[in-house]
């Protein structure tokens, strides 16, 4: 009988990126992200496969680690065309509201373009997007624990009619509510 498996979080979550140097850089500076590591190779670990790449890899607090891949050897980096830019993201936490409010004002400061703060009801979030084309989130949550065990208890039964009906089920109205009452 197989043990079930016990996750301890994401080790890193990578992506590639257009140019690894001003990938670090925009990191280092617009969000703070220490620069931890780089691995370099001609051919690919997995696969032995022939295609140099740099691997960088960013510190996003508490263990988390972003990382990117920079290809050379491959065609130009694109999106999945067929995917809305607003769905594909990078989302990061922050402590408050404060520290969003103020991570807007930082993040503005570099002529970045941001949106937000976008209130979701049980937390606030701005967007904008790296050199890279990534679109990028910074959150802090407003939730309370009543809250989030509401949405824990209903998320199996919205799924259950969703993968029926393919339409917003109603088990969460009072969110889009509460939003809508905030405004």
Same mark, same amino acid.
């Given at each position: 009988?197989?043990?079930?498996?016990?996750?301890?979080?994401?080790?890193?979550?990578?992506? /590639?990126?257009?140019?690894?140097?001003?990938?670090?850089? *925009?990191?280092?500076?617009?969000?703070?992200?220490?620069? @931890?590591?780089?691995?370099?190779?001609?051919?690919?670990?997995? &696969?032995?496969?022939?295609?140099?790449?740099?691997?960088?890899?960013?510190?996003? $607090? +508490?263990? +988390?680690?972003?990382?990117?891949? !920079?290809?050379?050897? @491959?065609?130009?980096?694109? /999106?999945?065309? +067929?995917?809305?830019?607003?769905? @594909?993201?990078?989302?990061? #936490?922050?402590?408050?509201?404060?520290?969003?409010?103020?991570?807007?004002?930082?993040?503005?400061?570099? $002529?970045?373009?941001?949106? $937000?703060? &976008?209130?979701? $009801?049980? *937390?606030?979030?701005?967007? *904008?997007?790296?050199?890279?084309?990534?679109?990028? !989130?910074?959150?802090? +949550? &407003?939730?309370?624990?009543?809250?989030?065990?509401?949405?824990?208890?209903?998320?199996?039964?919205?799924?259950? !009619?969703?993968?029926?009906? #393919?339409?917003?089920? /109603?088990?969460?109205?009072?969110?889009? !509510?509460?939003?809508?009452?905030? #405004?």
């Amino acid at each position: 009988m197989s043990h079930p498996i016990q996750l301890n979080g994401f080790h890193h979550v990578a992506y /590639r990126c257009k140019d690894a140097k001003q990938t670090v850089e *925009f990191y280092q500076n617009v969000l703070g992200m220490d620069f @931890q590591l780089a691995i370099a190779e001609d051919h690919v670990p997995s &696969t032995g496969a022939y295609d140099p790449y740099m691997h960088i890899f960013m510190d996003a $607090g +508490n263990g +988390n680690v972003l990382a990117f891949f !920079e290809l050379p050897q @491959q065609p130009d980096m694109d /999106r999945d065309q +067929n995917t809305p830019k607003w769905v @594909q993201h990078i989302a990061m #936490k922050l402590d408050n509201l404060e520290a969003l409010n103020a991570a807007k004002v930082s993040i503005e400061s570099h $002529g970045i373009n941001v949106i $937000g703060p &976008t209130n979701h $009801g049980i *937390f606030k979030s701005i967007y *904008f997007f790296d050199p890279n084309g990534h679109r990028l !989130e910074l959150a802090a +949550n &407003t939730h309370t624990q009543e809250q989030m065990q509401e949405l824990h208890r209903v998320a199996p039964e919205m799924l259950d !009619e969703w993968s029926k009906t #393919k339409k917003a089920p /109603r088990h969460a109205a009072w969110l889009h !509510e509460q939003i809508a009452n905030d #405004k």
